[in-house]
């Protein structure tokens, strides 16, 4: 192959956004959904965005391009139906793009395939579904057919597919399969599956494939290691194959690396951000000597400008190592927006920080060079990326009262009284019923929100009036509520446009983008934002809409916070300091927040910490401190309020097993947690470990479905099993916000209705 670059280097990416620079592939899809357009426009945009990927790829320089990173949902899917793991309510479907979209995202009578997030990033991946019956063949040759189609643009790739051993270990057992069936149970067919896709791929010409094993950089035990052993040595042995690299990604492959290296695969990428402990000892591990390492060196997961020189130094240190040295990325750069250079309102100092997709692939390119033909060929490049981060890093990053106030704060700061005592003074101050009943604070986006805020966003409508259509939708909402009969009231949130998105453009230290999407799922797409520079909060965010939400009714009215770590999990995080020093500059002014608040007459107060066992660190031996600093900083939001002012929180899911200790240490008067779909079964662990009032969601808000008022009850009595009803709380799963309001009012009506029946028969008991 002719290269077009004079400038290519020996280099390569893990992986590349595949949603389009201006999300093409979602409105595409969503199109095609919608009946808009045809399963034809949808192929023909794909098709343009993976030509553009690859020999934009080329054009920059990389010495190899990885194929098959495209996906029309998930790769994690993609790869179940490339070896025929297709659950049997989805056989019968024979179209494959229906088939492909069915198991997404469900269809009558075949509900979607469970969704869960990828590692501790953002991105969700469908989980396989396997059984000892499941029959595993070659299936679809997406990955060959691509490769073939890079071909034809001049560009020949390197496909990447998930790897036999994550795919079983990301996969669970199908609905059918006996007790005692795990997923690595067919570890062996798969391979044979495997070594036949690479059959094909190397008849095609494909010189080398990546298979990515990411699940080894979490804690693995003895047995998984050794299936990552078994399966290399068998796809090594292979006759007519590529050449293999491994690539692991989001941390060290620690114990791995040793095994794998023993085994025949040509070559190794290593994550050496998150992962560089891997470098400890590695000049000791027998036979990377034979085995190309990719150095991933130029972090993947997070938008920040690489340190050029410390990345050649650690490539350089490798050289002495393997057999050869390549630069990239250490994970595939799906997880960072396309390009900085359409950005059009950054602060040209906080631009000097940040590299996207596309800056990393430059870097990548840089570093290859340097590494190749020695530094020197590149040193003017290596001066220039030098003195901007330098320049950046005298920058106002730092702001000392912030510092300074942080260290103020002593342990007394994140304490209040005892929890007993403080329910005792709520119960009087409060006025609250047994089983209060409320919501989780958004109500229905109406379209008429949506267009208000776009006008306003467009400047169609001035501030004022923004303000007036907002307050507007408040009054209703709060009538509304009212009308139903519910006893904690919310504002309804119609303010916000995302509960992070809002804090970061309201607080000091973020920047936010105009078109820096990032792949949630499908075709759901994030903008995060990004935290640049010490945290501040200039005047109050939230107390003029809560103030004036509050003199509507008589009944309380809950002001609305986002925590400090669901604002870290969802924002792009300076790496400059650690994430807890972050945590505490984010908990300084949401303490500032709460503080105005209870100043402004507000008695009850949430923090929504949706994230907090998202960003639960992927080892067992970084969790205790990651859960010190999680707490600390949700604690010091409120670790100064009166004991009559009830602090909530709400967390987004019903699995809590290590996270029930910290959920206990938010100290919050009230939890409110998922607890629908699972009956209430969460209560068994959060019942005692969380002792204070909890608030278990009765019914499931993903689901149009109005419920009954008799299973809600059902619900309620079902959770009085395990907690009094001193401490119960009736409230749905989680926010109304993507509901429609015919159904959210039917089933709110219900819910109140419940609650007042079992209301009766608690006091029933207890007097009679
Ligand atoms: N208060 C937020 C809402 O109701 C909480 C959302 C969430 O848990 N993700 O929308
Ligand atoms: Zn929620």
Not at 6 to 20: K, N, S
Not at 102 to 119: L, N, S, V, Y
Not at 431 to 442: K, M, Q, R
Request: one cysteine or more; hydrophobic letters at 40%.
């Amino acid at each position: 192959m002719t290269t077009v670059n004079a400038q290519t280097a020996p280099g390569t990416v893990l992986g590349y956004p595949r949603i389009g620079p201006f999300r093409e592939l979602k409105r595409a899809t969503e199109a095609f959904w919608a009946g808009r357009s045809d399963a034809t426009a949808l192929r023909e945009t794909a098709a343009r965005l993976r030509r553009d990927t690859w020999t934009g790829l080329r054009d920059a320089g990389l010495g190899q391009v990885p194929g098959n990173t495209f996906s029309f949902y998930d790769h994690v899917l993609d790869t179940a139906l490339a070896v025929g793991a297709v659950p049997k309510r989805f056989a019968g479907i024979t179209d494959p793009l229906e088939r492909l979209f069915a198991m997404a995202r469900g269809r009558e009578g075949a509900p979607a395939c469970e969704m869960t997030k990828w590692f501790d990033t953002n991105y969700h991946y469908l989980v396989p579904e396997l059984g000892p019956d499941t029959r595993l063949a070659p299936t679809d040759r997406k990955a060959l057919e691509e490769f073939k189609e890079a071909l034809r643009v001049g560009v020949t790739t390197r496909p990447v597919l998930v790897g036999p051993v994550t795919f079983l270990l990301l996969s669970k057992p199908a609905e059918d399969a006996p007790e005692g069936f795990t997923p690595l149970d067919l570890l062996g067919p798969l391979v044979e599956v495997y070594r036949d896709l690479l059959a094909e791929l190397a008849e095609a010409g494909v010189d080398w494939v990546q298979l990515d094993e990411p699940a080894f950089a979490a804690d693995r035990t003895p047995e998984e290691i050794a299936a990552l052993r078994k399966a290399y040595d068998r796809l090594a042995s292979a006759q007519s194959r590529p050449k293999i690299l491994v690539a692991n990604y989001f941390g060290e492959l620690g114990p791995a690396l040793p095994v794998l290296a023993r085994t025949g695969v040509e070559g190794i990428a290593l994550d050496l951000v998150a992962g560089r402990s891997d470098l400890d000892g590695i000049e000791g591990v027998e036979g990377l000597d034979r085995k190309l390492l990719l150095a991933g060196v130029v972090d993947g997961r997070n938008v920040w400008r690489t340190d050029l020189d410390a990345a050649l130094e650690t490539a350089q240190r490798l050289q002495g190592v393997a057999g050869r040295v390549e630069v990239s990325t250490s994970c595939s750069l799906l997880h960072v927006p396309y390009d900085l250079s359409v950005e059009t309102n950054l602060p040209a100092d906080v631009v000097d920080m940040l590299a996207f997709a596309r800056q990393k692939v430059d870097e990548v390119v840089l570093l290859g060079r340097a590494l190749a033909e020695g530094r020197d060929a590149v040193a003017e490049e290596l001066d220039a990326a030098r003195a901007t981060r330098e320049r950046v890093a005298a920058a106002s990053r730092r702001k000392e009262e912030v510092r300074s106030r942080l260290a103020e704060l002593g342990p007394d700061h994140y304490h209040r009284s005892a929890g007993d005592i403080r329910a005792k003074v709520q119960r009087e101050a409060l006025g609250l019923p047994e089983v209060p009943t409320t919501t989780i604070g958004s109500f229905p986006q109406t379209g008429a929100i949506r267009k208000d805020r776009a006008a306003h966003r467009k400047g169609e409508i001035t501030e004022a009036e923004y303000d007036e259509r907002m307050r507007q939708e408040i009054v209703r909402v709060l009538k509304l509520q009212e009308d139903i009969g519910l006893d904690v009231l919310v504002h309804g949130e119609p303010e916000r446009n995302d509960m992070v998105q809002y804090f970061a453009e309201n607080l000091d230290g973020f920047a936010t983008t105009e078109l820096g999407w990032v792949q949630s799922y499908g075709s759901r797409c994030v903008r995060p934002p990004i935290l640049h520079s010490d945290v501040t909060r200039p005047s109050p965010i939230t107390v003029d809409w809560a103030t004036f939400a509050q003199s509507q009714s008589g009944k309380h009215v809950k002001g609305m916070l986002t925590g400090p770590v669901t604002i870290l999990a969802w924002s792009f995080v300076r790496d400059d300091q650690p994430l807890a020093d972050t945590a505490r500059q984010v908990g300084l002014a949401l303490r500032g927040e709460v503080e105005d608040l209870e100043a402004a007459g507000i008695t009850i107060i949430q923090i929504d910490e949706p994230a907090l066992r998202e960003l639960l660190p992927l080892h067992e031996r970084d969790r205790a401190a990651y859960i010190d600093w999680a707490v600390d900083s949700f604690r010091m939001c409120a670790g100064d309020v009166a004991d009559s002012t009830q602090i909530h929180t709400h967390l987004c899911y019903s699995e809590f097993g290590e996270v029930v200790g910290a959920i206990d240490g938010l100290d919050a008067d009230v939890t409110t947690v998922e607890a629908a779909r699972s009956r209430m079964e969460v209560l068994g662990e959060l019942g005692p470990g969380v002792p204070r009032g909890l608030g278990p969601g009765i019914y499931d808000v993903h689901s149009p479905e109005v419920p009954g008022e008799g299973e809600l009850e059902d619900q309620l009595r079902a959770a009085l099993a395990f907690i009094g009803p001193d401490r119960l709380w009736a409230n749905p799963d989680c926010g109304l916000k993507t509901r429609g309001e015919p159904e959210t009012v039917a089933a709110l009506e219900n819910l109140v209705a419940a609650a007042r029946t079992v209301r009766d028969e608690v006091s029933a008991t207890t007097t009679g």
